[in-house]
Protein backbone atom coordinates (compact mmCIF):
# COMPACT_ATOMS: atom_id res chain seq x y z
CA UNK A 1 0.00 0.00 0.00
CA UNK A 2 1.22 3.61 -0.79
CA UNK A 3 2.17 5.77 1.63
CA UNK A 4 2.32 9.65 2.03
CA UNK A 5 6.17 9.14 2.94
CA UNK A 6 6.72 7.39 -0.36
CA UNK A 7 4.96 9.79 -2.27
CA UNK A 8 6.50 12.87 -0.77
CA UNK A 9 9.79 11.42 -0.60
CA UNK A 10 11.52 13.94 -3.19
CA UNK A 11 9.71 17.01 -1.80
CA UNK A 12 10.80 15.59 1.88
CA UNK A 13 14.19 15.32 0.18
CA UNK A 14 14.46 19.07 -0.82
CA UNK A 15 13.34 20.30 2.02
CA UNK A 16 16.56 19.07 3.08
CA UNK A 17 18.66 21.65 1.05
CA UNK A 18 17.57 24.35 4.09
CA UNK A 19 17.60 21.17 7.33
CA UNK A 20 21.42 20.90 8.92
CA UNK A 21 22.71 17.10 8.41
CA UNK A 22 23.73 17.75 12.49
CA UNK A 23 20.14 18.14 13.74
CA UNK A 24 18.63 14.34 12.50
CA UNK A 25 15.32 15.48 11.36
CA UNK A 26 12.93 12.52 10.57
CA UNK A 27 11.15 12.62 7.24
CA UNK A 28 8.03 11.69 9.69
CA UNK A 29 8.87 15.27 11.28
CA UNK A 30 9.27 16.86 7.68
CA UNK A 31 5.96 14.94 6.59
CA UNK A 32 3.77 16.52 9.28
CA UNK A 33 4.75 20.12 8.88
CA UNK A 34 3.93 19.59 5.26
CA UNK A 35 0.69 17.99 6.27
CA UNK A 36 -0.13 20.63 9.34
CA UNK A 37 0.09 23.78 6.50
CA UNK A 38 -3.34 24.82 5.36
CA UNK A 39 -3.94 26.83 2.36
CA UNK A 40 -7.38 28.06 1.44
CA UNK A 41 -8.43 29.30 -2.21
CA UNK A 42 -11.19 31.77 -2.56
CA UNK A 43 -12.55 32.70 -6.06
CA UNK A 44 -16.36 33.77 -7.06
CA UNK A 45 -18.94 33.23 -9.59
CA UNK A 46 -17.14 35.93 -12.39
CA UNK A 47 -13.62 34.73 -11.79
CA UNK A 48 -14.42 31.04 -12.26
CA UNK A 49 -16.48 31.54 -15.72
CA UNK A 50 -13.41 32.01 -17.60
CA UNK A 51 -10.65 29.41 -19.33
CA UNK A 52 -8.02 31.18 -17.44
CA UNK A 53 -10.05 31.75 -14.07
CA UNK A 54 -10.40 28.13 -13.97
CA UNK A 55 -7.07 27.31 -14.93
CA UNK A 56 -5.46 29.15 -12.12
CA UNK A 57 -7.88 27.71 -9.60
CA UNK A 58 -7.23 24.08 -10.78
CA UNK A 59 -3.96 24.35 -10.93
CA UNK A 60 -2.74 25.74 -7.27
CA UNK A 61 -5.13 23.36 -5.92
CA UNK A 62 -3.57 20.38 -7.79
CA UNK A 63 0.22 22.28 -6.79
CA UNK A 64 -1.03 22.00 -3.01
CA UNK A 65 -2.13 18.94 -2.94
CA UNK A 66 1.13 17.52 -4.69
CA UNK A 67 2.92 19.21 -1.55
CA UNK A 68 0.93 17.37 0.85
CA UNK A 69 -0.78 20.80 2.20
CA UNK A 70 -4.15 20.87 2.80
CA UNK A 71 -6.67 22.49 1.14
CA UNK A 72 -9.59 24.55 1.30
CA UNK A 73 -11.81 25.30 -0.97
CA UNK A 74 -13.79 28.48 -0.66
CA UNK A 75 -16.14 28.59 -4.36
CA UNK A 76 -18.97 28.26 -5.53
CA UNK A 77 -19.44 25.07 -8.00
CA UNK A 78 -19.39 25.40 -11.46
CA UNK A 79 -19.09 23.27 -14.71
CA UNK A 80 -15.88 23.19 -16.22
CA UNK A 81 -14.54 24.94 -19.10
CA UNK A 82 -12.65 22.50 -21.26
CA UNK A 83 -9.92 20.29 -19.69
CA UNK A 84 -8.12 21.83 -16.48
CA UNK A 85 -5.97 18.46 -15.59
CA UNK A 86 -5.63 17.07 -13.59
CA UNK A 87 -9.12 17.24 -12.41
CA UNK A 88 -12.08 15.14 -14.13
CA UNK A 89 -15.77 14.96 -14.34
CA UNK A 90 -17.96 18.18 -15.33
CA UNK A 91 -17.70 20.20 -12.37
CA UNK A 92 -14.57 22.39 -11.27
CA UNK A 93 -15.14 22.24 -7.22
CA UNK A 94 -16.57 18.49 -6.98
CA UNK A 95 -13.60 17.52 -9.22
CA UNK A 96 -10.74 19.03 -6.94
CA UNK A 97 -12.03 17.41 -3.88
CA UNK A 98 -12.16 14.21 -6.07
CA UNK A 99 -8.70 14.38 -6.91
CA UNK A 100 -7.51 14.92 -3.45
CA UNK A 101 -8.68 11.29 -2.83
CA UNK A 102 -6.52 9.78 -5.42
CA UNK A 103 -3.31 11.69 -5.57
CA UNK A 104 -1.07 12.16 -2.36
CA UNK A 105 -2.13 8.85 0.21
CA UNK A 106 -5.04 10.82 3.02
CA UNK A 107 -4.96 14.15 0.63
CA UNK A 108 -7.10 16.61 2.73
CA UNK A 109 -9.47 18.88 0.62
CA UNK A 110 -13.05 20.59 1.94
CA UNK A 111 -15.34 22.89 1.06
CA UNK A 112 -15.06 25.96 3.87
CA UNK A 113 -16.94 29.11 4.65
CA UNK A 114 -14.71 32.67 4.96
CA UNK A 115 -14.62 31.59 8.93
CA UNK A 116 -12.63 29.17 8.55
CA UNK A 117 -8.44 29.43 9.32
CA UNK A 118 -6.06 28.92 6.94
CA UNK A 119 -2.12 29.85 6.91
CA UNK A 120 -2.71 30.94 3.68
CA UNK A 121 -5.13 32.52 1.57
CA UNK A 122 -5.53 32.89 -1.99
CA UNK A 123 -7.60 35.04 -3.93
CA UNK A 124 -8.30 34.61 -7.35
CA UNK A 125 -8.81 37.93 -9.59
CA UNK A 126 -11.15 40.55 -7.97
CA UNK A 127 -12.76 37.90 -5.79
CA UNK A 128 -14.31 39.52 -2.62
CA UNK A 129 -12.10 38.06 0.40
CA UNK A 130 -13.17 39.11 4.28
CA UNK A 131 -10.11 39.68 6.99
CA UNK A 132 -8.48 36.61 8.38
CA UNK A 133 -5.85 35.81 10.91
CA UNK A 134 -3.66 34.17 8.11
CA UNK A 135 -2.00 36.12 5.30
CA UNK A 136 -4.02 36.77 2.50
CA UNK A 137 -3.02 37.38 -1.10
CA UNK A 138 -4.32 37.84 -4.62
CA UNK A 139 -3.36 36.25 -7.78
CA UNK A 140 -4.16 37.95 -10.94
CA UNK A 141 -2.93 37.67 -14.68
CA UNK A 142 -3.26 38.16 -19.07
CA UNK A 143 -2.43 36.31 -21.60
CA UNK A 144 1.11 35.76 -21.23
CA UNK A 145 1.68 36.90 -17.39
CA UNK A 146 1.07 36.02 -13.87
CA UNK A 147 1.03 38.04 -10.30
CA UNK A 148 0.78 38.00 -7.17
CA UNK A 149 -0.12 40.58 -4.59
CA UNK A 150 -1.16 42.10 -1.43
CA UNK A 151 -5.14 41.54 -0.85
CA UNK A 152 -5.95 44.98 -0.24
CA UNK A 153 -4.56 45.80 -3.67
CA UNK A 154 -7.02 45.88 -6.78
CA UNK A 155 -6.38 43.26 -9.36
CA UNK A 156 -7.52 42.20 -12.79
CA UNK A 157 -10.51 39.70 -12.95
CA UNK A 158 -9.16 36.50 -14.49
CA UNK A 159 -11.11 36.80 -17.46
CA UNK A 160 -8.92 35.84 -20.39
CA UNK A 161 -9.17 32.59 -22.54
CA UNK A 162 -5.80 31.99 -22.93
CA UNK A 163 -4.42 30.39 -19.41
CA UNK A 164 -0.52 30.48 -19.80
CA UNK A 165 -0.50 33.73 -17.32
CA UNK A 166 -2.86 32.26 -15.25
CA UNK A 167 -1.18 29.14 -14.81
CA UNK A 168 2.23 31.43 -14.05
CA UNK A 169 0.25 32.84 -10.79
CA UNK A 170 -0.72 29.53 -9.91
CA UNK A 171 2.95 28.79 -9.92
CA UNK A 172 3.89 31.54 -8.20
CA UNK A 173 1.30 31.03 -5.53
CA UNK A 174 2.25 27.51 -4.90
CA UNK A 175 5.95 28.05 -3.24
CA UNK A 176 4.57 30.00 -0.73
CA UNK A 177 3.29 27.32 1.68
CA UNK A 178 6.09 25.21 0.90
CA UNK A 179 7.68 27.80 2.88
CA UNK A 180 5.52 28.26 5.50
CA UNK A 181 6.32 24.76 6.35
CA UNK A 182 9.61 24.79 6.21
CA UNK A 183 10.01 27.95 8.37
CA UNK A 184 7.85 26.30 10.91
CA UNK A 185 9.69 23.55 11.24
CA UNK A 186 13.10 25.32 11.54
CA UNK A 187 11.58 27.15 14.62
CA UNK A 188 11.40 24.41 15.89
CA UNK A 189 14.51 22.12 15.20
CA UNK A 190 17.25 25.53 14.49
CA UNK A 191 15.39 28.46 16.44
CA UNK A 192 17.43 31.10 14.87
CA UNK A 193 18.53 29.49 11.85
CA UNK A 194 16.76 31.35 9.27
CA UNK A 195 17.59 31.29 5.28
CA UNK A 196 16.46 34.68 2.86
CA UNK A 197 15.42 32.30 0.27
CA UNK A 198 12.83 31.03 2.02
CA UNK A 199 11.07 34.73 3.55
CA UNK A 200 7.41 35.44 2.46
CA UNK A 201 6.76 36.69 -0.68
CA UNK A 202 3.77 39.19 -1.19
CA UNK A 203 4.23 40.67 -4.42
CA UNK A 204 5.99 38.75 -7.39
CA UNK A 205 5.70 38.08 -10.94
CA UNK A 206 6.20 36.36 -14.18
CA UNK A 207 5.70 36.91 -18.03
CA UNK A 208 6.09 33.97 -19.88
CA UNK A 209 5.80 35.44 -23.47
CA UNK A 210 4.67 38.43 -25.76
CA UNK A 211 2.60 38.78 -28.58
CA UNK A 212 -1.30 38.90 -29.72
CA UNK A 213 -2.66 35.44 -29.26
CA UNK A 214 -6.22 35.61 -31.37
CA UNK A 215 -8.92 33.66 -31.51
CA UNK A 216 -7.83 31.16 -34.44
CA UNK A 217 -7.34 27.90 -32.98
CA UNK A 218 -3.26 26.77 -32.37
CA UNK A 219 -2.23 23.77 -34.69
CA UNK A 220 1.29 22.74 -33.21
CA UNK A 221 1.37 19.52 -36.24
CA UNK A 222 3.45 16.97 -35.24
CA UNK A 223 5.17 17.27 -31.75
CA UNK A 224 7.80 14.55 -30.22
CA UNK A 225 7.97 14.97 -26.33
CA UNK A 226 11.27 13.00 -25.32
CA UNK A 227 10.89 11.49 -21.33
CA UNK A 228 7.52 11.29 -20.44
CA UNK A 229 8.51 12.69 -16.81
CA UNK A 230 6.98 15.71 -14.92
CA UNK A 231 8.60 18.18 -17.16
CA UNK A 232 6.52 16.34 -20.14
CA UNK A 233 3.44 15.64 -17.75
CA UNK A 234 4.07 19.86 -16.73
CA UNK A 235 3.95 20.89 -20.53
CA UNK A 236 0.74 18.65 -21.48
CA UNK A 237 -0.92 19.75 -18.79
CA UNK A 238 -0.57 23.43 -19.84
CA UNK A 239 -0.79 23.18 -23.47
CA UNK A 240 -4.41 20.83 -22.96
CA UNK A 241 -5.64 23.69 -21.50
CA UNK A 242 -5.61 25.78 -24.80
CA UNK A 243 -9.04 26.26 -26.34
CA UNK A 244 -9.15 24.57 -29.78
CA UNK A 245 -5.26 22.97 -29.69
CA UNK A 246 -4.56 20.79 -32.85
CA UNK A 247 -1.72 18.43 -33.49
CA UNK A 248 -0.32 14.89 -32.95
CA UNK A 249 2.15 14.13 -30.23
CA UNK A 250 4.75 11.50 -29.13
CA UNK A 251 6.06 10.19 -26.41
CA UNK A 252 9.36 8.62 -25.50
CA UNK A 253 9.44 6.69 -22.65
CA UNK A 254 10.13 3.76 -21.07
CA UNK A 255 9.01 3.32 -17.26
CA UNK A 256 6.19 2.87 -15.13
CA UNK A 257 4.53 5.29 -12.93
CA UNK A 258 5.95 5.04 -9.01
CA UNK A 259 5.14 6.51 -5.75
CA UNK A 260 7.96 8.68 -5.80
CA UNK A 261 6.44 10.60 -9.05
CA UNK A 262 3.37 11.52 -7.68
CA UNK A 263 4.90 14.51 -5.74
CA UNK A 264 5.20 16.58 -9.72
CA UNK A 265 3.42 14.41 -12.28
CA UNK A 266 1.00 16.69 -13.22
CA UNK A 267 -1.05 14.13 -14.96
CA UNK A 268 -1.08 11.41 -13.28
CA UNK A 269 -3.26 9.63 -10.22
CA UNK A 270 -2.16 7.34 -7.25
CA UNK A 271 -5.30 5.04 -9.27
CA UNK A 272 -2.48 5.49 -12.10
CA UNK A 273 0.32 3.39 -10.42
CA UNK A 274 2.24 0.84 -12.05
CA UNK A 275 0.73 1.78 -15.57
CA UNK A 276 2.80 2.76 -18.45
CA UNK A 277 4.04 6.52 -18.18
CA UNK A 278 2.88 6.51 -21.84
CA UNK A 279 -0.44 5.51 -21.33
CA UNK A 280 -1.12 7.89 -18.26
CA UNK A 281 -0.19 10.69 -20.46
CA UNK A 282 -1.92 9.27 -23.60
CA UNK A 283 -5.14 9.13 -21.06
CA UNK A 284 -5.60 13.06 -21.71
CA UNK A 285 -5.53 13.36 -24.92
CA UNK A 286 -8.59 15.19 -27.32
CA UNK A 287 -10.10 14.44 -30.60
CA UNK A 288 -8.23 17.41 -31.84
CA UNK A 289 -4.60 16.94 -30.06
CA UNK A 290 -3.52 13.17 -30.24
CA UNK A 291 -0.70 11.50 -28.23
CA UNK A 292 1.33 8.34 -29.57
CA UNK A 293 2.82 6.24 -27.25
CA UNK A 294 6.07 4.90 -27.73
CA UNK A 295 7.01 2.63 -24.54
CA UNK A 296 11.23 2.13 -25.21
CA UNK A 297 14.33 3.90 -23.99
CA UNK A 298 15.73 6.72 -26.98
CA UNK A 299 19.28 5.48 -27.74
CA UNK A 300 21.14 4.83 -30.71
CA UNK A 301 19.43 1.35 -30.86
CA UNK A 302 15.89 2.67 -30.90
CA UNK A 303 16.38 5.61 -33.19
CA UNK A 304 15.36 3.90 -36.04
CA UNK A 305 12.43 3.25 -34.32
CA UNK A 306 11.59 7.04 -34.26
CA UNK A 307 13.46 8.67 -37.04
CA UNK A 308 12.52 10.87 -38.28
CA UNK A 309 11.67 13.10 -35.90
CA UNK A 310 9.06 15.85 -35.77
CA UNK A 311 10.30 18.98 -36.66
CA UNK A 312 9.03 20.33 -33.03
CA UNK A 313 10.66 18.34 -30.42
CA UNK A 314 10.67 19.00 -26.35
CA UNK A 315 13.03 16.97 -23.91
CA UNK A 316 12.27 16.90 -20.87
CA UNK A 317 14.89 13.94 -19.76
CA UNK A 318 16.87 14.56 -17.00
CA UNK A 319 19.85 12.40 -19.02
CA UNK A 320 22.48 14.81 -20.33
CA UNK A 321 23.48 11.97 -23.19
CA UNK A 322 20.08 11.41 -24.45
CA UNK A 323 19.79 15.58 -25.03
CA UNK A 324 23.12 15.48 -27.06
CA UNK A 325 21.84 12.25 -29.19
CA UNK A 326 18.48 14.17 -30.22
CA UNK A 327 20.61 17.59 -30.91
CA UNK A 328 22.52 15.38 -33.49
CA UNK A 329 19.28 14.54 -35.27
CA UNK A 330 18.75 18.15 -35.39
CA UNK A 331 15.34 18.74 -35.41
CA UNK A 332 14.31 22.06 -36.88
CA UNK A 333 13.16 23.30 -33.07
CA UNK A 334 14.38 21.98 -30.19
CA UNK A 335 13.44 22.48 -26.86
CA UNK A 336 14.96 21.52 -23.35
CA UNK A 337 13.71 21.82 -19.97
CA UNK A 338 15.52 20.97 -16.99
CA UNK A 339 15.38 21.09 -13.21
CA UNK A 340 17.83 21.20 -10.08
CA UNK A 341 16.66 21.45 -6.47
CA UNK A 342 15.04 24.88 -7.29
CA UNK A 343 16.74 26.11 -10.50
CA UNK A 344 14.78 25.42 -13.87
CA UNK A 345 16.25 25.98 -17.00
CA UNK A 346 14.93 25.69 -20.36
CA UNK A 347 16.23 26.80 -23.73
CA UNK A 348 15.21 26.19 -27.59
CA UNK A 349 17.97 25.55 -30.41
CA UNK A 350 17.29 25.89 -34.09
CA UNK A 351 19.52 24.94 -37.21
CA UNK A 352 22.38 28.44 -36.74
CA UNK A 353 21.87 28.64 -32.69
CA UNK A 354 24.18 27.49 -30.57
CA UNK A 355 22.95 23.91 -29.75
CA UNK A 356 21.99 21.74 -26.73
CA UNK A 357 25.21 19.93 -26.47
CA UNK A 358 26.94 24.18 -26.04
CA UNK A 359 24.80 24.77 -23.32
CA UNK A 360 24.75 20.95 -21.28
CA UNK A 361 28.76 20.04 -22.20
CA UNK A 362 28.96 17.96 -19.34
CA UNK A 363 27.57 14.81 -19.06
CA UNK A 364 26.71 14.71 -14.79
CA UNK A 365 26.64 11.04 -14.25
CA UNK A 366 24.25 11.59 -11.57
CA UNK A 367 22.56 8.34 -10.73
CA UNK A 368 21.28 8.87 -7.14
CA UNK A 369 17.32 10.17 -6.61
CA UNK A 370 16.77 13.68 -7.37
CA UNK A 371 14.80 15.98 -5.25
CA UNK A 372 11.94 17.56 -6.33
CA UNK A 373 8.80 19.64 -6.05
CA UNK A 374 5.36 20.60 -7.55
CA UNK A 375 5.83 23.84 -8.21
CA UNK A 376 9.68 23.38 -9.61
CA UNK A 377 9.00 20.81 -12.19
CA UNK A 378 5.54 23.04 -12.66
CA UNK A 379 7.27 26.04 -13.69
CA UNK A 380 10.02 24.32 -16.20
CA UNK A 381 7.45 22.32 -18.06
CA UNK A 382 5.16 25.50 -18.30
CA UNK A 383 8.33 27.60 -19.68
CA UNK A 384 8.48 24.90 -22.27
CA UNK A 385 4.84 24.98 -23.20
CA UNK A 386 4.93 28.96 -23.58
CA UNK A 387 7.89 28.47 -25.88
CA UNK A 388 6.26 25.91 -27.90
CA UNK A 389 3.19 27.89 -27.99
CA UNK A 390 5.34 31.42 -28.83
CA UNK A 391 6.20 29.58 -32.01
CA UNK A 392 3.30 28.07 -33.06
CA UNK A 393 1.31 31.46 -33.03
CA UNK A 394 4.41 33.33 -35.04
CA UNK A 395 6.08 35.46 -32.17
CA UNK A 396 9.56 35.92 -32.88
CA UNK A 397 11.79 34.79 -30.16
CA UNK A 398 14.58 37.43 -28.62
CA UNK A 399 17.99 35.88 -28.87
CA UNK A 400 18.76 36.66 -25.65
CA UNK A 401 15.75 34.81 -24.21
CA UNK A 402 17.45 31.77 -26.07
CA UNK A 403 17.83 30.00 -22.67
CA UNK A 404 15.87 31.28 -18.97
CA UNK A 405 17.81 30.12 -16.12
CA UNK A 406 14.60 31.03 -12.82
CA UNK A 407 14.81 30.52 -8.99
CA UNK A 408 10.82 29.91 -8.34
CA UNK A 409 11.49 30.65 -4.34
CA UNK A 410 11.87 34.55 -4.50
CA UNK A 411 10.69 35.41 -7.97
CA UNK A 412 10.37 38.74 -6.21
CA UNK A 413 14.43 39.68 -6.56
CA UNK A 414 16.06 41.21 -9.65
CA UNK A 415 18.15 38.12 -9.69
CA UNK A 416 15.12 35.63 -9.73
CA UNK A 417 15.27 34.97 -13.57
CA UNK A 418 18.15 35.02 -15.73
CA UNK A 419 17.70 35.27 -19.81
CA UNK A 420 20.44 34.95 -22.11
CA UNK A 421 21.83 33.92 -25.83
CA UNK A 422 23.59 30.40 -25.19
CA UNK A 423 27.28 31.18 -26.19
CA UNK A 424 28.84 28.86 -28.71
CA UNK A 425 30.82 26.11 -26.56
CA UNK A 426 34.49 24.94 -28.09
CA UNK A 427 33.55 22.05 -26.00
CA UNK A 428 30.44 20.99 -27.44
CA UNK A 429 29.81 17.12 -27.80
CA UNK A 430 27.60 17.25 -30.55
CA UNK A 431 29.92 19.36 -32.57
CA UNK A 432 27.42 21.87 -33.82
CA UNK A 433 28.14 24.01 -36.32
CA UNK A 434 28.00 27.42 -34.27
CA UNK A 435 30.84 25.45 -32.04
CA UNK A 436 32.94 24.66 -34.68
CA UNK A 437 32.86 28.56 -36.23
CA UNK A 438 34.01 29.01 -32.55
CA UNK A 439 37.12 26.77 -32.85
CA UNK A 440 38.10 27.83 -35.94
CA UNK A 441 37.79 32.04 -34.56
CA UNK A 442 39.93 31.08 -31.91
CA UNK A 443 42.83 29.26 -33.95
CA UNK A 444 43.12 32.22 -36.38
CA UNK A 445 46.09 33.66 -36.06
CA UNK A 446 45.84 37.59 -34.07
CA UNK A 447 45.83 40.31 -36.39
Known amino acids: MTTALQALARTILLARDFIPAELNV???????????????IVADLPNL????????????????????????????????????????GDALRRGILELATDLIPDGSARVVDSRD?????????????????GVTLRLTGDEWSGAMLPAEEGAMRLVVDFPLGALASACIAA???????????????????????????????LTLGTGAVGDSLIDLGQIDFVSGGAITNAALNALLRVSGLRGHGRVIEPELLDASNLNRYSLARLSNLE????????????????????????????????????????VGVDDIPTRWLVQEQWPDWLCVGSTSHFLTLTSEHEQDD?????????????????????????????????RVLRRALGHARPREQQAIALFPLRLDGEHSL??????????????CPASLRSEACATLPAP
Not at 118 to 132: H, K, P, Q, R
Not at 276 to 304: C, H, I, N, Y
Request: net charge positive; glycine share 6%.
Open 26 to 40: SDQLILQHLRATKVC
Open 49 to 88: STRSGQAAFSLLAYLVLAQGHQLQLHCPEVPLIGLQPPVR
Open 117 to 133: QADLIFAFGDSAVEASH
Open 175 to 205: VEPFKVALRRLLGIAAPGQSYRELEAVSRAS
Open 275 to 314: NPKTQVLAGWATPGFSLEQLPFRLDERTMSQVAPFAKTVV
Open 354 to 386: ACAGCLHPTDDGVQATIPTVSFVSYLAGLQCAA
Open 418 to 431: WAYAVPPNRACPVR
